[in-house]
């Protein structure tokens, strides 16, 4: 994986293309909020329907869910390590109803 630039995010974004399928990945697994909601926010603008987002974070996002589960998929499950691994992927062409400013847990 290729580390890239990625605009206002706190951690490092990468980005791996296997066969058309674009794979962005971070890890806010040592970070504590907002960090976590705020580079997802960041990293599910860049998902097209050829693409998906990893993140790796020290328990689950539940906080996030609900913002963005009318167009975003979203898959869980726990690494061997214990950590939480989200992986998103786009609904339809593009986000119609994720406000991706609300970035704040509330919690």
């Known amino acids: 994986m290729e580390k890239i630039e990625v605009m206002h995010s706190t951690v490092d974004f990468y980005k791996e ?3 058309s399928l674009t794979i962005y990945q971070f890890d806010t697994s040592m970070c504590g909020p907002p960090e976590p909601m705020v580079n997802a926010m960041i990293g599910l603008q860049l998902l097209d329907k050829n693409s998906q ?5 020290h328990q689950s996002p539940s906080g996030l869910f609900p913002k963005i589960e009318q167009d975003f998929n979203f898959i869980e499950e726990r690494t061997k390590e214990g950590k939480v691994k989200i992986t998103f992927t786009l609904k339809n062409s593009s986000p119609k109803s994720t406000n991706f400013l609300e970035n704040s847990c509330n919690g």
């Not at 987002?53 to 974070?57: F, K, P, Q, S, W």
């Open 53 to 57: 987002l990893i993140m790796i974070n």
């Open 17 to 19: 293309i296997k066969d």
